[in-house]
């Protein structure tokens, strides 16, 4: 009996061992089993992406006016049944001339998914996205950062990399909270080549979407340009 539950104790761990195994590697921001991952790009010029994820949402305008002010394009990774839900929005975010990017259709993790499922995700929402007037390269992100081995597989056999990033704020609720905080994160940690990555489609990101007035306002006074992601990559190509 003994020796039965100290069998039973090992494969318990190793069990938990394995999930946090799987969870670390699901968001890795280091590996990835298949194709690429781009967390930042290796440049000496003073470039960097702003990246939305999720919408187009209730906040799509009042974002899409603090661009145009400060002429700033921006990445927009939007999700397949958000664009219809919002499709006027979507349209107008592509008039403004920003890029669009594959966030999946209904923002599920993708991991532990069949394939059928990763192909249903990513191509309904490439044609969604060309519907709405957008015809430059489409870029992925998966939700919440999380892949596996299928989704990475998939994506490679397209070449198409899995767009990360290497300043995410919001990740450290302390800083989420005030707009002040965000600011100063990502200027305490940008670099040429980085990928800043905020939420602001929704009233639930308001600080979120207050901090993106004063990122750009400082960046650009430490001499930074924004690009969109299509853009960052061609530095990347040029090294």
Do not use: C
Not at 91 to 106: D, L, P
């Amino acid at each position: 009996m003994k020796k039965i539950i100290k069998i039973i104790s090992i494969a318990i761990v190793l069990f938990i061992a394995a999930g946090y195994l799987l969870n670390e590697l699901s968001q890795s921001r280091t590996f990835q089993f298949f194709g690429g991952l781009v967390t930042s790009v290796e440049t000496d010029e003073k470039v960097v992406a702003l990246t939305f994820d999720d919408g187009p949402g209730e906040n799509t305008v009042e974002i899409l006016d603090i661009l145009r002010e400060h002429d700033v394009k921006a990445t927009f990774y939007l999700t397949g049944y958000e664009i219809e839900e919002h499709f006027d929005d979507a349209v107008q975010i592509v008039e403004e001339g920003h890029e669009i990017g594959n966030h999946s259709y209904s923002h599920q993790r993708m991991v532990f998914k069949s394939p059928s499922f990763i192909k249903e995700e990513i191509e309904r929402t490439d044609e969604l996205i060309r519907e709405i007037g957008y015809e430059g390269e489409i870029t992925f992100r998966p939700p919440y950062g999380r892949r596996l081995v299928l989704l990475p597989y998939y994506l490679s056999r397209d070449d198409r990399q899995t767009i990360y990033m290497d300043i995410e704020p919001e990740s450290y609720p302390e800083i989420a909270a005030e707009a002040s905080e965000i600011e100063n994160h990502v200027a305490e940690n940008v670099n040429p080549g980085s990928i800043i990555l905020l939420h602001v489609m929704y009233e639930s990101r308001r600080e979120s979407l207050n901090s993106v007035e004063g990122i750009i306002n400082e960046l650009k006074d430490e001499g930074y340009t924004f690009v969109t992601i299509s853009e960052l990559l061609a530095y990347e190509n040029q090294e």
